[in-house]
């Protein structure tokens, strides 16, 4: 087979364009080349990386030819064949048959300051004493005031009483995540809930007899465990919510001034200045000083967070680049005016380096970015 037509191939298996034997061919062929290449890193530079900058060209090339600006899915079992590809024919072509449109990004070590959050959070006490969660290990048992904090699996913990009973006077704990952290944490009834970045929660070492209370700041999801005689209370700035079991997500942020309520599963009732309100499955209440508003929301995207995506169908760039901004520990400046009119879709994991994210915003042909350290600065083009 010659390697234009591998070239082909490669480009039908991106697109699930491909049959079988097509599949079957190329993996063969592709692994063989690579095996056998040798890389000239004094010409190319370090093999990884190159490596790095095929899976986001090969991203931008079919996204490009999909004509659409929403993320294309990649078959992830094929890129590194593509990146194999470039290495085994790079004597004849090069690496540049998919490097494609280059993201014009112009980073200060980038890599040292902008990577993506990680599960990490800190537990305070009444009394102000703390615990970093990071400098736990997976399996450790940690006693903490009047409890004992399990790390059941990396950034997710549970805990109990250190002697198994539960005292008159309950103390408060808070479990709080900085900016490019996230959190879960299993309470004692078997609620459990996942804090995003800049984010926490306020709960008590045992709850009441007849209500199981908690604050909570920020951003949360909650998979509350049923108790009919015992409801859950979440309390925010200036609303409540009251729930038997239900799945719900509530965002609070101070920056945006509109808290939210979004119910996946379940029934709620909200409290709020302006009275009660109850909510159905798949909608979302936006509470502000001039009162609540009801509106419909995908639920995809609304929790994308927690299950580590960015996921945007229709949304303002201001918006996105606010959670880029908290994920990765960045300031963002946005330059020149009226961005109110800009929205954009985009569908990638919060997991990848920020390259990844502003090269696939920029494939939209209507915005550009320039990074300087911990700064992204955003212009139209």
């Known amino acids: 087979m010659k390697k234009p037509e591998i070239i082909d191939l490669i480009k039908k298996i991106l697109r699930k364009q491909s049959s079988e034997d097509e599949v079957r061919e190329v993996d063969h062929r592709l692994l063989d080349a690579y095996h056998d290449t040798t890389w000239d890193e004094g010409k190319f530079g370090p093999a990884e990386n190159i490596e790095k900058q095929i899976k986001l060209n090969v991203e931008q090339l079919i996204q490009a030819e999909a004509g659409n600006t929403k993320k294309t899915s990649i078959f992830l079992r094929y890129l590194p064949y593509a990146a194999s590809l470039l290495l085994a024919v790079s004597s004849i072509a090069g690496y540049y048959f998919f490097k494609g449109r280059k993201a014009d990004l112009q980073a200060t070590n980038q890599q040292a300051y902008l990577n993506p959050g990680t599960e990490k959070a800190s537990l305070k006490n009444s009394d102000g004493s703390s615990l970093d969660l990071q400098q736990q290990q997976v399996g450790d048992t940690v006693p903490f005031g009047k409890l004992l904090f399990k790390i059941d699996q990396e950034g997710i913990i549970s805990y109990q009483a250190k002697t198994g009973k539960k ?23 078997g609620t459990k809930v996942w804090l995003n970045a800049e984010s926490s929660l306020i709960f008590p070492e045992h709850f009441a007899a007849d209500r199981r209370l908690v604050q909570v700041k920020g951003e949360a999801y909650f998979e509350v465990a049923e108790s009919k005689h015992k409801p859950f209370i979440v309390a925010g700035n200036g609303f409540g919510i009251r729930v038997l079991g239900t799945k719900f997500n509530v965002s609070d942020r101070d920056n945006l001034h509109v808290a939210k309520v979004a119910l996946l599963q379940g029934s709620v009732r909200l409290t709020s200045k302006t009275g009660q309100t109850m909510l159905k499955p798949g909608e979302r209440a936006k509470i502000s000083t001039s009162g609540v508003q009801i509106d419909q929301f995908d639920a995809e995207s609304e929790i994308a967070w927690k299950n580590n995506y960015f996921i945007y169908k229709d949304e303002n760039i201001k918006t996105i680049m606010a959670d880029v901004a908290q994920w990765y520990d960045a300031e963002v400046i946005f330059q020149g005016n009226d961005w109110d009119d800009v929205n954009l879709k985009m569908k990638v994991s919060r997991r990848e380096n920020i390259e990844e994210i502003l090269s696939l915003l920029e494939l939209t042909k209507s915005i550009k970015f320039k990074v300087v350290e911990r700064r992204i600065y955003v212009t139209k083009r």
């Open 167 to 189: 005292d008159m006077e309950a103390q408060l704990v808070t479990l709080a995540t900085p900016k490019g952290g996230k959190y879960q944490i299993n309470l004692e009834d």
